[in-house]
């Protein structure tokens, strides 16, 4: 009998135990983030000035978005490129106006979308994909 009643309250006693010994997690409490996808007709692109440290831009017209940037289809924004800029360039080639081409950028999650176009372009682009010129089906 005093063996069951160690046991029973051995077993209470463990969770508040294993609850007490839960390692802190390493995650702030900021805003979640998420990728906006841009994609669209690339125009007026300069580069990123390595020697002046000059933040460069593109522009794109919004054709179509993922869910988080619908609401900016139809819109010409202008992003800032800057050093952590990813340039993916379509066969090496430079990127011209009228390419077909991919903005990404970060920004919080839950962005209003009357605010959504300024906010997101107070950001640096976070890469650019040049697709070059689509081609017509014959």
Known sequence: MKKALLLVI??????SVALAAKPATAGGKGAPKVTYVLKGKLSAY????ASTSTNGSITIT???ANYHGKALKGQTL????DAKTAVVLNNGAAIADNDN????IRAAKKIASAA???TLQASSAKQIVD???KKPKH
Do not use: E, R, W
């Open 131 to 133: 697709m070059g010129v």
């Open 46 to 49: 300069t580069a990123y000035n």
């Open 78 to 81: 202008t992003f800032a490129v």
């Open 101 to 104: 081409g991919i903005v990404k």
């Open 116 to 118: 959504l176009a300024t």
């Open 10 to 15: 051995a077993a209470l006693a463990l969770p």
């Open 62 to 64: 919004v054709s179509s």
